[in-house]
């Protein structure tokens, strides 16, 4: 059994927190074979296949029956989830925004896959094997970034404003952000850090873009953890040792969409359940993991920050 996450923790992409990025490109790749009119990622499947992991290969590159493990929904969540970013990033290219960061960017592939306007910079932010590994496995599959693709390596607990300057980031220039599906794996103070970094970073007319999960009802967590617990018992059948229930932080804290909006962003959101309704899924049953209410949020920052 994994031990509880803790200040100054590690992991890679088999492994802890950095194993949900290659559960997600899972999810990802076995969507893009079912129906790709949401969803057009490429680079999942092989991604996956270089991570290592046996079982998540077969259910990527589709050897393996999903059966109990990979769910229709959780495919859906991943068609819904990339097309809500994929339009986020294109939206904010096509209004002119030419500065792009990814937090906590993963096996994110959007620097290689998306239809930048001429002059775009993305700059991605992850752990340096995390990025080395992205790197080296996209060149040997002979894939070409879209855009002006610049990595900053370093841990997002460690002083990543710095390292990100360095790369080239002009905070006097507006930014497209996004953290997705990071907020939860962070404590709650270091969520409220992140998202006052990227404020205090972010020019007025920038950009954001996240996942605002509300505050538990009495007995809400408890139900999560059971529901976490089942999941990793299911995974562990098949040889993948990952607890999902470690790997979060619990407790109450600042919902990131009121949080955001104290700081000076207009924000839009739509709820998980509605963007299934809308994408003609079928409706999310059981939710003991409280994914319906969540809300991916976006918006502009429109006044001056500090």
Known sequence: MTSARQDGDTWDLASGVGATATLAAVARAMAMRTDRSLIDDPFAEPLVRAVGIDILTRLATGEADPGDLVGQEVIDGAKVRT????????????????????????????????????????????????????????????AVPT?????????????????????????????AWSAE?????????????????????????????????????????????????????????????????????????N??????????WTLNGTSNRDLFAANAHPPLRDDDLRMGGVLYVSGVLDKATG
């Open 83 to 142: 097309r809500f970013y994929d339009e986020f990033f294109l939206n904010a290219a096509n209004e002119g925004i030419t500065q792009v960061v990814i937090l906590a960017s993963g096996l994110d592939s959007r620097a290689y896959r998306l239809p930048w306007p001429t002059g775009t910079v993305v700059y991605e932010i992850d752990q340096p094997q995390v990025i080395a590994f992205k790197t080296r496995t996209l060149a040997e599959l002979g």
């Open 181 to 253: 599906g990071l907020l939860g794996y962070l404590p709650l103070e270091a969520q409220d850090r992140l998202l006052d970094t990227v404020t205090d970073l972010s020019a007025p007319g920038s950009r954001v873009a996240t996942e605002s999960r509300p505050n538990p009802r009495p007995g809400d967590e408890d139900k999560t953890k059971e529901g976490l617990n089942r999941v990793s018992e299911r995974w562990r059948a098949h040889g993948f040792h990952l607890d999902h229930a470690r790997l979060r932080y619990f407790g109450e804290r």
């Open 255 to 264: 919902e990131a969409a009121p949080y955001l909006a104290d700081r000076g």
């Open 147 to 175: 855009a002006d693709r610049r990595v900053v390596a370093i841990d997002l607990r460690d002083e990543w404003p710095t390292a990100l300057r360095d790369a080239g980031f002009d905070p006097a220039q507006p930014t």
